[in-house]
């Protein structure tokens, strides 16, 4: 690999040309500046060893914090100020590959430059020496006041690159803060009120059975307290499946068969090349270099494949063969006695004191202990539904204060409207505990 020394153009009094060896304007006097582009010149001098050790020790440039002169690499402070190197920005190394223009001028070097710096920012802390300290435009000082400090926060926060996070935050926070008072006040808010009965209803149903002889039927057999039982052995109007056996049935459907056949195949392999570069070593020399730059190539070559294709061909399968029979079975048909329900009769009403319905008299009523006979009767008395009505001073309770419910008639018969009930009442007037007797 040749070394070979760059140039530079004074950007102070535009002088050009100037070698990579040389740390100050021949023109002007003044220091090699940050932001100096490095180019390639014809018949360019070799870097002798004399000339390397002027360039440093092979890394790029550093430029001082404070009075932005270009340092060797292993200059620990700066050769026209004497501040401590810290954290300064090196020069950027730039590799320019085969096929890439490899700059002749400052203008050839500034367009191969994307991010329009030839330098890069140190990550390490700024250092403390006796010079004015490098203060970044981004530093805040304590003096800045909690305003500005707050406004600039609040720009940072609204860049669009920050709305979208911010924006979705907010609403899952306004969505719990929701939540959390809607439970709350269904749940918690409460409070108590004081409820009193203003009216009663109720429904009951008397039945009223009498002792009968029935006539019924049944497959199979029939009830052990049955009379005048006659039977007939009958088709039922089932049909049952018999097995008869099993016969094997032909035939044809589409079969498959792996075919080989020749075909182009199509592969790729790496194909070593070697190709050459230069390199901007950021400290006024180039170097030019060799690197491997090979690649993969596709080639075709014949090769066997197999694919599968189909035939007419000839299966077999079992199918079972069967037959349908009638499904014989005894019908019987008989008298039984029994208990049949011949009324039903109503009753309800909006007071405290339920009845069932009484104004009809049993023919031959039955005591309940002997055997029935038939014509005999007796009634079954069946509860229904009982419900209070309550009232309260609280008119957003229920509706307009008034509100019902259902208890069982044991808990029914307790209420009485000479006291108060409390019941519990959330935020929305929504009754949480009803009253109990």
Same mark, same amino acid.
């Given at each position: 690999?040749?070394? /070979?020394?760059g140039?530079?153009?004074?950007?102070?009094c535009?002088?050009?040309?100037?070698?990579?060896?040389?740390?100050?304007c021949p023109?002007? +006097?003044?220091?090699r500046?940050?932001g100096?582009?490095?180019?390639?010149i014809?018949?360019a001098p070799?870097v002798?060893?004399e000339?390397?050790a #002027?360039l440093?020790?092979?890394?790029?440039?550093?430029?001082?914090l404070?009075?932005?002169s +270009?340092n060797?690499?292993n200059?620990?402070?700066?050769w026209?100020?004497?501040?401590?190197?810290?954290?300064s920005? $090196?020069?950027e190394v730039?590799d320019?590959?085969q096929?890439?223009a490899v700059?002749t001028?400052t203008e050839?070097a500034?367009?191969?430059?994307?991010?329009?710096? %030839?330098?890069?920012?140190?990550?390490?802390?700024t250092?403390?020496?006796?010079?004015?300290?490098?203060?970044?435009?981004?530093?805040?000082?304590?003096? /800045? @006041?909690?305003?500005?400090r707050t406004l600039?926060?609040?720009k940072?926060?609204?860049?669009?690159?920050?709305?979208?996070?911010?924006?979705?935050? $907010?609403i899952?926070?306004i969505?719990?803060?929701?939540?959390?008072? *809607?439970?709350?006040?269904?749940?918690?808010?409460?409070?108590?009120e004081?409820?009193?009965?203003?009216?009663?209803?109720?429904s009951q149903t008397?039945t009223?059975?009498e002792?009968?002889?029935?006539h019924?039927?049944?497959?199979?057999?029939?009830?052990?307290k049955?009379?005048?039982?006659s039977?007939?052995?009958k088709d039922?109007g089932?049909?049952?499946?018999?097995?008869? +056996?099993?016969?094997?049935?032909?035939?044809?459907?589409?079969?498959y068969?792996?075919? $080989?056949?020749?075909?182009?195949?199509t592969d790729?392999?790496?194909? @070593?090349d070697?190709c050459? +570069?230069?390199r901007d070593?950021?400290?006024?020399?180039?170097e030019?270099?060799?690197?491997?730059?090979?690649g993969?190539?596709?080639?075709?070559?014949?090769?066997t494949?197999?694919?599968?294709?189909?035939y007419?061909?000839t299966?077999?399968? #079992?199918?079972?063969?069967?037959?349908?029979?009638?499904?014989?079975?005894?019908?019987?048909?008989y008298?039984?006695?029994k208990w049949m329900?011949v009324?039903? &009769?109503?009753?309800?009403?909006?007071?405290?004191e339920?009845y069932?319905?009484?104004?009809?008299?049993?023919?031959n009523?039955?005591?309940?202990?002997?055997?029935?006979?038939l014509?005999?009767?007796?009634?079954?008395q069946?509860l229904?539904?009982?419900?209070?009505?309550?009232k309260?001073d609280?008119?957003k309770v229920?509706?307009?204060g008034?509100?019902?419910?259902?208890?069982? *008639?044991a808990?029914?018969?307790?209420?009485s409207?000479?006291?108060? &009930?409390p019941i /519990?009442?959330?935020?929305?007037?929504g009754?949480? %505990?009803y009253?109990?007797p």
């Amino acid at each position: 690999m040749a070394r /070979t020394l760059g140039a530079w153009d004074c950007t102070y009094c535009d002088t050009k040309k100037n070698l990579g060896n040389v740390f100050d304007c021949p023109g002007c +006097g003044h220091p090699r500046p940050k932001g100096v582009r490095f180019y390639q010149i014809p018949n360019a001098p070799l870097v002798t060893p004399e000339i390397a050790a #002027q360039l440093g020790s092979g890394g790029p440039n550093w430029y001082c914090l404070h009075c932005d002169s +270009g340092n060797k690499d292993n200059n620990t402070k700066c050769w026209n100020c004497g501040a401590e190197r810290g954290s300064s920005p $090196s020069h950027e190394v730039k590799d320019f590959r085969q096929g890439e223009a490899v700059p002749t001028n400052t203008e050839d070097a500034e367009k191969a430059d994307p991010d329009g710096q %030839s330098w890069v920012d140190e990550e390490t802390d700024t250092p403390t020496s006796s010079f004015v300290p490098f203060v970044s435009t981004n530093y805040q000082s304590p003096s /800045t @006041s909690l305003f500005d400090r707050t406004l600039d926060q609040l720009k940072n926060n609204f860049e669009p690159k920050n709305v979208r996070p911010i924006a979705i935050t $907010s609403i899952v926070l306004i969505a719990v803060a929701l939540v959390s008072f *809607l439970v709350y006040q269904l749940f918690f808010n409460t409070h108590e009120e004081i409820v009193q009965v203003s009216g009663f209803s109720w429904s009951q149903t008397v039945t009223v059975q009498e002792y009968q002889v029935v006539h019924e039927s049944s497959w199979t057999t029939h009830p052990s307290k049955a009379y005048n039982v006659s039977s007939v052995y009958k088709d039922t109007g089932r049909d049952e499946k018999i097995h008869d +056996g099993w016969e094997t049935v032909y035939y044809q459907d589409t079969c498959y068969e792996t075919v $080989s056949y020749t075909d182009t195949c199509t592969d790729s392999k790496y194909v @070593s090349d070697t190709c050459s +570069g230069s390199r901007d070593n950021g400290d006024g020399s180039w170097e030019s270099y060799t690197y491997e730059c090979g690649g993969y190539e596709s080639y075709s070559y014949s090769c066997t494949k197999d694919r599968q294709e189909s035939y007419s061909c000839t299966k077999d399968r #079992q199918e079972e063969i069967y037959h349908y029979e009638d499904v014989y079975d005894w019908y019987f048909q008989y008298d039984i006695d029994k208990w049949m329900t011949v009324a039903t &009769y109503p009753t309800s009403g909006n007071n405290h004191e339920p009845y069932f319905y009484s104004d009809f008299t049993l023919t031959n009523s039955y005591d309940g202990q002997s055997a029935p006979q038939l014509g005999q009767q007796q009634q079954s008395q069946n509860l229904g539904e009982y419900t209070v009505t309550f009232k309260t001073d609280k008119l957003k309770v229920g509706d307009n204060g008034v509100f019902t419910r259902k208890y069982d *008639l044991a808990d029914w018969k307790l209420f009485s409207p000479e006291i108060g &009930y409390p019941i /519990t009442v959330n935020a929305f007037n929504g009754i949480i %505990s009803y009253p109990v007797p």
